[in-house]
């Protein structure tokens, strides 16, 4: 069983910042990919950020110097630092980790509010 607990979202006024966390344990196994997705209320889960194995990252347009993914390895977990932040924002943000190697699985964490307010 592979368990994702994330953790660092709250409430935050604009240009403020927090950092998310996401921890993988379990039964996980050769990870690939981890990744930030968000969805605000209404609308479709969206890819926030993501980072390969070997540390390269993308980053959606609208969060592009603001927002940082980095991992660390060694603890299965992968960050979200978000600064500067805008109301836009607001979401449940949820983390995901791609393993298992050729068998290419993906677990979701449970998500975590971030709201930030104008």
């Known amino acids: 069983q592979v368990q994702l607990v994330e953790s660092g979202g709250g409430l935050v006024q604009a240009g403020g910042s927090l950092r998310l966390s996401c921890a993988a344990s379990?039964?996980?196994?050769?990870?690939?990919?981890m990744g930030w997705y968000r969805q605000a209320p209404e609308q479709q889960r969206e890819l926030v950020a993501v980072i390969s194995s070997g540390g390269s990252t993308n980053v959606t347009d609208s969060v592009k110097g603001r927002f940082t993914i980095s991992r660390d390895n060694a603890k299965n977990t992968v960050y979200l630092q978000m600064n500067s932040l805008k109301p836009e924002d607001t979401a449940v943000y949820y983390c995901n980790v791609r393993w298992g190697g050729l068998f290419n699985l993906a677990s979701w964490g449970q998500g975590t509010q971030v709201t930030v307010s104008s």
């Open positions: 379990g039964s996980i196994f050769s990870i690939n990919a």
